[in-house]
């Protein structure tokens, strides 16, 4: 599978680029001047399927909460990096296990919304409501859960002979 990945410029064009040189293009739309930061862009494409700037945003979120990091200005260019090449990540695994299984998709987002539930919920809130307080939206986790589930059916499908 050849990827080819492409940078939206601040004027709209889209130019391809090295990974190198679209995390970097990246960094400046997600780190740009509050009227630039506030507008959800297309920051690259993954064999055709978009990044935006609020997936990465929210990926950052979700990695501050998982990790119990502070973001600050000397550690934002490496976990905006970051963010960007797990949702990089995240596309190739998802476009390789559905071109593998075309139905495992639709399962695996209702097996994700399940594991929100039992993963984030406490007592007395949904999962969706804890993941909501903390400032990540529930939609990126369970497209998080989503790839990896797709990427495990992947792989057992094409290991599981040889653990048998």
């Known amino acids: ?32 001047p509050p009227t630039l930061a506030n507008t959800v862009s297309i920051v690259a494409t993954v064999n055709g399927d978009p990044i935006t700037s609020y997936e990465v945003a929210q990926r950052i979120a979700m990695l501050e909460d998982a990790t119990n990091m502070e973001i600050t200005d000397e550690n934002r260019q490496r976990i905006t990096e970051d963010a960007l090449q797990m949702l990089i990540d995240d596309s190739l695994k998802l476009q390789v296990g559905v071109e593998a299984n075309p139905g495992v998709k639709t399962a695996a987002m209702e097996r994700a919304k399940d594991l929100i539930e039992t993963s984030f919920a406490t007592d007395t809130k949904s999962g969706t409501k804890v993941l909501r307080e903390i400032g990540v939206e529930p939609m990126t986790v369970q497209a998080k859960f989503v790839s990896d589930l797709v990427w495990n059916d992947y792989l057992r499908r094409i290991y599981d002979s040889k653990f048998q």
Request: glycine share 10%; net charge positive.
């Open 1 to 32: 599978m050849n990827i080819y990945l492409t940078l939206a410029t601040h004027s709209g064009a889209f130019l391809g680029f090295t990974k190198a040189t679209a995390l970097a293009g990246v960094l400046l739309t997600v780190l740009a």
